[in-house]
């Protein structure tokens, strides 16, 4: 059993539907979430299904004699950053090597690199009249969106695609395979 932590910034509804996802599921479990933020609903989301969480500052976040006695406290096997808007830093990559995976709300590499998350990702989506766009699954790597590719799934644009519209579509892609993606990733080390 593949013992998973999700690492969040926001609300939060890829965090909680991973965590339904492998509730009861004989392959991985999510056994803690990790926020920067400590008024991230994906808090509320975990206490309401019953996960632990930890608020960990950027300072903490980047100091190994911090964070790894709360991940090991956990037995944590794999990280899921899920919305996370802050870098790996290098300990976790080097200790959790290809097993820390992160979503990319876009077909990277348009689009990934140091501010681009979220709605920014999308302005600039529209902005380049782009007639498709999609997700991106990807190790992490020391490189800001740089990580080898696992799997990416797209959709397309029309013209007329608000951002709010794009911002959708990129959820029904996320809501339907990132879980997947992760159960597969999991199967195989």
């Given at each position: 059993m593949t013992r998973i932590a999700i690492?969040?910034?926001?609300?939060?509804?890829?965090?909680?539907?991973?965590?339904?996802?492998?509730?009861?599921?004989?392959?991985?479990r999510v056994e803690l979430v990790v926020s920067n933020r400590d008024d991230a609903y994906a808090l509320v989301r975990a206490a309401n299904l019953n996960v632990p969480s930890v608020v960990v500052n950027k300072s903490q976040l980047n100091d190994e004699s911090y964070l790894m006695p709360i991940l090991r406290q956990y037995d944590i096997d794999f990280i899921v950053l899920a919305g996370f808007l802050l870098m790996a830093p290098s300990y976790l990559i080097n200790i959790y090597k290809d097993r820390i995976i992160n979503l990319h709300p876009a077909l990277l590499p348009k689009f990934g690199g140091k501010g681009m998350y979220g709605?920014?990702?999308?302005?600039?989506?529209?902005?380049?009249?782009?007639?498709?766009?999609?997700?991106?699954?990807?190790?992490?790597?020391?490189?800001?969106?740089?990580?080898?590719?696992?799997?990416?799934?797209?959709?397309?644009?029309?013209?007329?695609?608000?951002?709010?519209?794009?911002?959708?579509?990129?959820?029904?892609?996320?809501?339907?395979?990132?879980?997947?993606v992760i159960e597969s990733v999991i199967t195989n080390i």
């Open positions: 690492f969040v910034s926001g609300s939060g509804t890829n965090c909680e539907n991973i965590i339904r996802y492998f509730q009861h599921h004989d392959k991985g709605h920014h990702v999308h302005e600039a989506v529209k902005a380049a009249a782009e007639t498709e766009t999609g997700i991106t699954i990807h190790y992490v790597s020391e490189v800001c969106d740089g990580g080898k590719i696992i799997a990416q799934f797209k959709t397309s644009l029309l013209p007329t695609d608000t951002i709010e519209d794009i911002e959708q579509k990129i959820h029904v892609l996320e809501q339907s395979h990132f879980p997947q």
